[in-house]
């Protein structure tokens, strides 16, 4: 049975317990687990609290409120992108940031773009939802965006809202924006130094910010540039944990069509994890199987 999983994943209170992120964290790159990925591949992104050390978060803050980001050209490659010793380039550098990103996105990926949002005290407006992305119908490869909040965010501080899976129902840009509200969104309230990483297809908008503290989000977006298949940490592949993750449900998803997301997600896996059999209450295999066709293939190949 498919469960119904009515989860709100930018609170803590349901995530497992976090990794240890403190000072003595090591300098090793730390890979996802299976089990991590296929949270990722079923929620569309993935939370990471507390994991850039208090000294950056201040430095952060300092570097944002002069509100300079250099430009960069669309495809550059990291080292280019971010110079040696830039924040940036030592952010990416944080081991769990570098092994998440390398576990999802790869080694060695572009930088597609990069942007400061900046929220003001008291600031009357939020965006409307939408993607980051025009219709994106690729079946086996996606971007991935990282968020980071260099400060505490607060709910009152119009934390980035997010719409658990809906990462895989393909729009085209703000076309949800008429949506006000649906079922399980969340809006983020994090400590100093998370980060988020999303799958570019996430439903999600900045909130407005009711506070009177400036608010910053530093987003960059990440191209593969490699094939995405088997790049984490695979060790517990055939764990329970990794199905279960794959076949949740969330609050909006109609009875009906939100049986195509699952059939996605699954299409999904099946190439990250190179597992073309892996299905969820058989739904891929069923409507796949088409024997007078393989049949076909058989006798053509025993004929060549």
Same mark, same amino acid.
């Given at each position: 049975m498919v469960e119904n999983y009515q989860w709100l994943p930018i609170t803590t209170h349901d995530s497992p317990p976090p990794r240890f992120y403190g000072c003595g964290m090591s300098t090793t790159k730390q890979l996802l687990s299976s089990a991590e990925v296929a949270r990722f591949t079923a929620h569309g992104f993935l939370r990471?609290?507390?994991?850039?050390?208090?000294?950056?978060?201040?430095?952060? %803050?300092?570097?944002?409120?002069?509100?300079?980001?250099?430009?960069?050209?669309? &495809? @550059?490659?990291?080292?280019?992108?971010?110079?040696?010793?830039?924040?940036?380039?030592?952010?990416?550098?944080?081991?769990?940031?570098?092994?998440a990103l390398e576990s999802l996105v790869g080694p060695d990926p572009d930088v597609d773009h990069h942007f400061l949002h900046t929220r003001m005290p008291h600031e009357g407006s939020a965006q409307p939802l939408h993607a980051d992305a025009l219709i994106d119908v690729r079946p086996d490869a996606f971007d991935v965006q990282l968020m980071y909040y260099p400060q505490e965010v607060t709910a009152d501080m119009g934390g980035t809202l997010v719409v658990p899976g809906s990462h895989l129902r393909r729009i085209n840009e703000s076309d949800t924006?008429?949506?006000?509200?649906?079922?399980?969104?969340?809006?983020?309230?994090?400590?100093?130094?998370?980060?988020?990483? %999303?799958?570019?297809?996430?439903?999600?908008?900045?909130?407005?910010?009711?506070? &009177? @503290?400036?608010?910053?989000?530093?987003?960059?977006?990440?191209?593969?540039?490699?094939?995405?298949?088997r790049l984490w940490d695979t060790r517990d592949l055939d764990s329970p944990a990794v199905r279960e993750e794959l076949g949740r449900s969330f609050p909006w998803y109609e009875q009906a069509t939100g049986r195509l997301e699952i059939h996605n997600r699954v299409l999904l896996w099946r190439s990250l994890s190179a597992d073309p059999g892996f299905d969820i209450e058989h739904w891929a295999t069923r409507i796949a199987n088409r024997p007078a066709v393989s049949a076909a293939h058989a006798t053509l190949r025993s004929t060549v």
């Open positions: 990471l609290d507390g994991v850039v050390p208090r000294e950056m978060n201040e430095e952060a %803050l300092t570097v944002f409120a002069a509100g300079v980001v250099p430009p960069v050209p669309y &495809g @550059t490659p990291v080292p280019a992108a971010f110079p040696e010793g830039s924040f940036t380039r030592r952010l990416l550098r944080l081991p769990v940031v570098a092994g924006g008429r949506y006000q509200n649906l079922r399980g969104q969340t809006r983020l309230t994090c400590p100093a130094g998370t980060v988020l990483l %999303l799958h570019h297809g996430i439903w999600h908008g900045g909130r407005r910010n009711d506070s &009177g @503290t400036v608010r910053h989000m530093y987003k960059i977006r990440f191209n593969p540039t490699v094939p995405q298949v």
